[in-house]
Every structure is written in structure tokens, then in C-alpha cells.
T-cell receptor, first 115, second 114 residues
């Protein structure tokens, strides 16, 4: 079965430190990969995506993600965390062969950045 | 552009009542979808549409109906609400169903069924 795993329910980092939010997936072929962020009482906002090419993709607000095909991972990273980065982060994948357009979401990771 | 607009923001229903969650987008997106968000489960696809007049079921369609009479609107109907439908509902749209098009989400409708 296709699935996305975010192994950490919560990640705590100090402001100014680098952060990593982990994501691994189990989807056949070469899926499209996405990261979204959700602030309280808001919808999900698109951060970045991997389609093809360079394994390191850059997105909004200084975030980047590294695609690792052999480990089927797509970890979200930021060199220097801000308190305002505190939010709920979702990893999602889309099977390239899917005709539904469905995104398969992980369960989410809460990022807490402390001053 | 307003993006994806959902109404209402909050709703409380009694078991057995019906209601319609509204969704509209002004980006001329062909693809629209409904997800429900439950704690610890991420988001799950309820129904989707690849264009006006075309709808199909996602992974959790039972208890919900949809229609797509225009490109802009994609309402979700609960025919007879059940407590298991207590959730946060998100409408999302994208340029098309694939090719890496990211979904654009509305701000959600928080539904409680008592």
C-alpha cells in the first residue's frame, strides 16, 4: 500500500539552529513529492516540490528539501530556524501514474522553534 | 485573486441533518478536490473533479456527495450527518490533476456532529 511516514510527531529546535523534518515514503515508481505548512486555523500552504532533476530543491521562506531515491526520503530542512516557522508540516506524495491526482499525506510533524 | 474560498468556517450539526459545504476558486483551475483532516491521520481524499461535469470518488467517499456544474464551484454535501464525520474539511484546487501541480487549499470548515 502507498504510504507516507513522518516519524516524529514533534520537532523542537532553538531559534537560529538548523532544522530537519523527516519524511519517508512507499510509493511505486518515481512520485512527485511535496511539502506543505499549516498554521493554526488555516489551510495548507505549499512550500516546495520535487519533480525531477537536482536532488536538493529550494522553496518558500528559506526552506529546502533533499530527495534521496535509495532511501525513499524527502527531508525538509532550513539552515537557521525562526520562531515564526513554528507550525504543522506535512509531507505528501503523488503517484505519477495516478489518474486521481490524489496526494498521499503523512500524519504531520509539529515544529516548535523556541527563542 | 481570492484563491480557494470555503464557507462556512464552522458548523455544528445534529446526527441525521444534512448540509452543504461550499467551495469556490477563482484561479480557473480544472482540478478540484475535498479532503478531511483528522488528528494523527493527515489528510484523506473524499471526492475530486477533473473538470466541470466530471466527479469521482476518493478514498473515503461514503456519506458525501459532490457535483461540479461550473469550473469555479465544487460543493460537498453531507446527506445524513454522523458523528464520524466530525472533522476539518478542506477544499483544494490545482491547474490539473498531475504533472507536479501543487494543490491550493482553502482555510477549511470545522464540522462538529453531535
Amino acid at each position: 500500500a502507498q504510504s507516507v511516514a513522518q516519524p516524529e510527531d514533534q520537532v523542537n529546535v532553538a531559534e537560529g539552529n538548523p532544522l530537519t523534518v523527516k519524511c519517508t515514503y512507499s510509493v511505486s515508481g518515481n512520485p512527485y513529492l511535496f511539502w506543505y505548512v499549516q498554521y493554526p486555523n488555516r489551510g495548507l500552504q505549499f512550500l516546495l516540490k520535487y519533480i525531477t532533476g537536482d536532488n536538493l530543491v529550494k522553496g518558500s521562506y528559506g526552506f529546502e528539501a533533499e530527495f534521496n531515491k535509495s532511501q525513499t526520503s524527502f527531508h525538509l530542512k532550513k539552515p537557521s530556524a525562526l520562531v515564526s516557522d513554528s507550525a504543522l508540516y506535512f509531507c505528501a506524495v503523488r503517484d505519477r501514474s495516478s489518474n486521481t491526482g490524489k496526494l498521499i499525506f503523512g500524519q504531520g510533524t509539529t515544529l516548535q522553534v523556541k527563542p | 485573486n481570492a484563491g480557494v474560498t470555503q464557507t462556512p468556517k464552522f458548523q455544528v450539526l445534529k446526527t441525521g441533518q444534512s448540509m452543504t459545504l461550499q467551495c469556490a476558486q477563482d484561479m480557473n483551475h480544472e482540478y478540484m478536490s475535498w479532503y478531511r483532516q483528522d488528528p494523527g491521520m493527515g489528510l484523506r481524499l473524499i471526492h475530486y473533479s477533473v473538470g466541470a461535469g466530471i466527479t469521482d470518488q476518493g478514498e473515503v467517499p461514503n456519506g458525501y456527495n459532490v457535483s461540479r456544474s461550473t469550473t469555479e464551484d465544487f460543493p460537498l454535501r453531507l446527506l445524513s450527518a454522523a458523528p464520524s464525520q466530525t472533522s476539518v474539511y478542506f477544499c483544494a484546487s490545482s491547474y490539473d490533476r498531475g504533472h507536479g501541480s501543487p494543490l491550493h487549499f482553502g482555510n477549511g470548515t470545522r464540522l462538529t456532529v453531535t
